[in-house]
């Protein structure tokens, strides 16, 4: 959540819009992990599940356009920015805004309406579900709430966008598995970069995202690539067992050892005797125990600068690296 004291308009929109892409792809890893699976593999992820594992500011960005009794958001394909533009307008006849459009004319006018107003072309605009290009909240002053309520509101609504897109791909998975088996078309394969961190820290959650801020720098499409860790894991069973089948599945272990936490020590000595690709994390490398003193390690400040996130993309990058048959 946002810093209260942050309540603007645009911070609670933006709050909005993460909690929408946070439901959404929660409910596509909870009740269609198979097929999510299976159609990024096809190389289709963006097709289906155009919002899946985005960041709001590192690899989508939003538009909004709202009046006092209107409210569109849409989603776009763009790197480094989180907001592109914000509009709004007073909710009347002379405007061309008023009740009356807000109340019968069909969503899709609209929405196709809003669009051209906000000068967004129809093809860097995500598709939410068939023929729904925004997330549109009539009839309410939808800005005016709480931060905390958009929140919540946003993820309600990512979740039910989730389930309809989750259903689409899942009714287009024959088609996709056929056109596969008939072209022998290559599927490009997913990366699997597993975190082992501490939780309870209050620098947790910030470190997380900077380690998916330097994922998404990565030369390579963001639907290849799978970056989790154990809280994102939301199938049922044995957490310990889970984790081991994380390690065990995963092409590059990230493990942060700040602290020195007993867990993350003992995953990451299972994932060495795995002999794991592991890239490791520490605030203070120099309070490192005797036995992995001598490992390289990535170096980042409490709060990570551009530079620490650069050499941190380096180091994935070389860990991703096929190995040279040389």
Known sequence: MSAPGNDTTESRIAEYAREF????????????????????RSGRGREYLPLYGRQLGVDIAIAVFYTQI??????????????????????????????????????????????????????EVLQLAPSVAAANIPGTNFVARGIADMGHEGYRH?????????????????????????????????????????????????????????????????????LYR????????????????????????????????????WELGYADGREKQIVILNQTPSASPFDIADRRQVAYRTTPTDADEANLVQHLAAALRPPNPG
Do not use: C
């Open 21 to 40: 892409i946070r439901g959404y792809t929660k409910t596509i890893d909870e009740y269609f992990s198979d097929v999510k699976t299976v159609i990024f």
């Open 70 to 123: 209107d409210f569109y958001l849409f989603f776009l394909d763009k790197k480094n920015t989180e907001i592109e533009t914000i509009r709004s307008e007073v909710a009347n006849d002379i405007s061309g805004f008023g009740w009356e459009w807000t109340s019968y004319a069909p969503a899709r006018r609209r929405i196709q309406r809003v669009r051209e107003l906000l000068g967004l072309e129809e093809s």
């Open 158 to 226: 990512g979740v039910n966008f989730g389930n309809q897109a989750g259903e689409r791909a899942e009714s287009a998975l024959p088609m996709v598995q056929e056109m596969l088996r008939r072209t022998g078309a290559p599927r490009p394969p997913v990366y699997q970069l597993f975190v082992i961190m501490p939780f309870g820290e209050a620098w947790s959650d910030g470190i997380y995202a900077f380690i998916r801020r330097a994922v998404a720098r990565l030369d390579a499409p963001a639907e290849r690539i799978h």
């Open 230 to 265: 154990a809280d994102d894991i939301v199938s049922p069973g044995q957490i310990s067992v889970q984790i081991k089948e994380a390690i065990e599945s995963a092409d590059v272990v990230i493990a942060d050892i700040t602290g020195v936490n007993p867990n993350v020590m």
